[in-house]
Nanobody, 123 residues
Framework: QVQLVQSGGGLVQAGDSLGLACASS????????MGWFRRAPGKERELVSA????????YYADSVKGRFTTSRDNAKNMVYLQMNMLKPEDTAVYYC????????????????WGQGTQVTVSS
């Protein structure tokens, strides 16, 4: 098992940048692929980005391609989401999640979740 603790987030203006971090503890971090999800008010949770255990496989939702970057540092047991050119529609609670699956795009494949962090983008 892993425990995930998120940091970052907050209130920014449209066009600004913001970074999220997710620290893992417990089981061997490089045994897990990681995902970043978000849930906007009134909407279902959606996958924003995913990264394989070694960082070689990446996925981005179309809505964030070219603006968001996911990375990981296995030596530090950390995964990051750098968000640039933020838009009001990026406003949501963001979650990091971990899975032992090789590379997962479905939320049900992720058994371990961070506590969530609010990102609010004002226009």
């Amino acid at each position: 098992q892993v425990q995930l603790v998120q940091s970052g987030g907050g209130l920014v203006q449209a066009g600004d940048s913001l970074g999220l971090a997710c620290a893992s503890s417990g089981d061997t971090f490089n045994s897990y692929s990681m995902g970043w999800f978000r849930r906007a008010p009134g909407k279902e949770r959606e996958l924003v980005s995913a990264i394989s255990w070694n960082g070689r496989s990446l996925y981005y939702a179309d809505s964030v391609k070219g603006r968001f970057t996911t990375s990981r540092d296995n030596a530090k047991n950390m995964v990051y989401l750098q968000m640039n050119m933020l838009k009001p529609e990026d406003t949501a609670v963001y979650y990091c999640a971990a899975t032992r699956s090789e590379f997962a795009l479905g939320s049900r494949q992720y058994p371990y979740w961070g506590q969530g962090t609010q990102v609010t983008v004002s226009s």
